[in-house]
């Protein structure tokens, strides 16, 4: 049975455009999918078990998203809530998603999907051989892991869908199972289910109007066709089949729970001047396995701030930073008895090589140098106590023993910031299951409006 | 003369926390054909650091692309990294003589 999702946009909290989700919402949809997540930011989110977007900005798009699903009668769907898509931030997005329901007066069932994985799982899927490692992979460590999620597939959305859910907020899935999973459980073509849903998962990505967020994809029996709705929006066989480059290592397979999606095969051809169909795209089934993800804490950071604009300086950052260096760990093994093992102080030159480090091949005259000093020890206390000890040294340290000592620019007091934790990712591993469900839960809500006394 | 002068766009992101991807888009089939030719596979591993049996490569004439793949330097988010997005890695490649 033909398919039609309605795809806000590549993600919740982006924004998308008002007008063209109306008229995705007239063009009569089966099911509105959108994703709330990725590991693009970095590992902080999954870590701490928080989301990177503001809930202002994802109250305020979730209540259009809502009152669309209302219009449209039909399901919508999120996947990877707040960012990481942890059980945390399901519960963050549910509570979200109620607040709402009281204020727009809706009664709703929501389906919470689950995907966060008790440590003890994953070992004991690991004993029996059932984790696997994908390169280039971390080596297994789990008992310090503050979350681990596994990626759900289709089957586990299709499971929430069948509860007969309003609203279905998923936690970690792959950023393609929300949209292929009502295309799959119909009957659509698996090879066009799969890749339509690469194509339309992050929204308007795939047109020449990228910011615009809405589109539509209509799945059936031999593929896909995609359609942008903002106004001058296009589609083209170009930019459609160039979306199989982002963001993937490989450009013709992607691997999906329970097998791959190969679109080395695939016709893009161009219905009229906005839409484009697709064809030939194949689903290779395999083992069922789902993707893990998982953080731990990797230190405490306090950062400093320096401005070298003495031009003398600024020549000479690198010789600069690297005799600061050598001062400062010895005067951090006198003065507190830390050993270079026990912390780590880096300097980075913003004008230099910040962002390339070891790769950067140009050089050129900077008119200053920002010189970035990061610490990471054991403790938060630790990491601060060495910001505070090496903060006069940044501020005045020579470049030779024979001159009058320099004062740089801090750009604020104090000039150390306490970071917080850092996290770091902790697994590239694969986990089998026998059951798709059996890592996952499903817990269904009914939301009533509240009768005024 | 530079990559950069002759392509379209060259461009790279995270392809999750662990790996790379830079996608040269050159635009006229003759620039691909002259990049698919003389853009030599090792002089791109040496540029990133990387042994060249860890950089994939896919040559895309449908698409005039190609794209290389390499295991981030460090991983992301690390203490080490740079560049969360890994967006920035693209420039060496764009600026990499001819």
């Known amino acids: 049975m033909p398919t039609r999702v309605l795809v806000p946009s590549g993600v919740l909290g982006l924004g998308f455009d008002r007008e063209a989700l109306a008229r995705g919402v007239a063009a009569r949809p089966d099911i509105i999918c959108i994703d709330g997540g990725s590991t693009d930011s970095g590992p902080f989110s999954l870590g701490a078990g928080q989301s990177k977007y503001s809930r202002a900005a994802t109250k305020s798009e979730w209540r259009a998203l809502m009152l669309a699903r209302a219009e449209a009668g039909v399901p919508l769907v999120i996947g990877t809530a707040g960012t990481c898509g942890t059980d945390s931030t399901v519960d963050w997005m549910y509570d979200i998603t109620a607040e709402l329901a009281r204020e727009l007066g809706q009664e709703l069932r929501v389906a919470r999907l689950y995907s966060s994985q008790p440590a003890a799982r994953v070992a004991e899927a690991a004993a029996a051989d059932r984790v696997t490692p994908l390169p280039p992979s971390p080596e297994l460590r789990l008992e310090d892991l503050t979350n681990i999620v596994a990626l759900a597939g289709a089957e586990q959305i299709q499971a929430a869908l069948e509860t007969g859910a309003d609203i279905v907020i998923a936690g970690r899935t792959t950023d393609t199972a929300t949209i292929a999973a009502l295309p799959l459980s119909r009957g659509d073509a698996a090879g066009g289910a799969w890749h339509g849903a690469k194509i339309g998962e992050c929204g308007a990505l795939c047109s020449t109007n990228p910011t615009s967020g809405v589109i539509l994809v209509d799945f059936d029996q031999t593929g896909f066709t995609v359609e942008p709705l903002a106004t001058g929006a296009r589609c083209t066989p170009h930019s459609v089949s160039a979306h199989m480059l982002y963001e993937n290592s490989d450009p013709f397979r992607l691997f999906e729970p329970g097998g791959y999606l190969d679109v080395t095969g695939a016709t893009y051809t161009a219905l009229d001047d906005r839409r484009v169909r697709v064809e030939g795209s194949v689903w290779v089934p395999g083992r069922y396995t789902v993707k893990l993800e998982g953080a731990r804490i990797a230190g405490y950071q306090t950062t400093i701030l320096a401005i070298l604009r003495d031009a003398h300086y600024a020549a000479n950052a690198q010789a600069w930073v690297d005799r600061l260096t050598g001062f400062l760990h010895r005067e951090i093994e006198t003065r507190m008895g830390l050993a270079r093992a026990d912390y780590m102080l880096e300097f980075r030159l913003i004008g230099v090589d910040a962002a390339l480090g070891a790769l950067e091949n140009r050089t050129g005259s900077p008119v200053e140098v920002g010189v970035l000093g990061i610490i990471t020890a054991r403790t938060q206390a630790e990491a601060s106590e060495i910001g505070k000890l090496i903060n006069p040294f940044v501020l005045h340290y020579p470049l030779t023993d024979d001159e009058d000592l320099p004062t740089f620019a801090f750009p604020y007091s104090p000039a150390t910031t306490d970071r917080g934790a850092l996290y770091e990712f902790a697994l590239n591993h694969v986990m089998v299951l026998d059951d798709p469900m059996s890592a996952f839960r499903i817990e269904v809500s009914e939301i009533r409006t509240e009768v005024p006394a | ?98």
């Not at chain 2, 888009?25 to 003759?30: A, H, L, N, Q, S």
């Not at chain 2, 591993?45 to 994939?56: G, I």
């Open chain 2, 1 to 98: 003369m530079t990559i950069g002068d002759l392509v379209l766009k060259v461009r790279s992101k995270n392809a999750g926390p662990f790996w790379v991807t830079i996608d040269v888009f050159c635009g006229r089939p003759e620039v691909f054909e002259r990049l698919t030719r003389t853009l030599r596979t090792e002089d791109v591993a040496r540029l990133y650091q990387v042994a060249p049996d860890q950089l994939k490569r896919f040559d895309i004439p449908d698409l005039r692309v190609i794209k290389f793949s390499l295991p981030r330097p460090v991983v992301q988010g690390s203490a080490a990294d740079r560049d969360m997005h890994g967006a920035q890695y693209a420039a060496l490649l764009e600026e990499m003589s001819l």
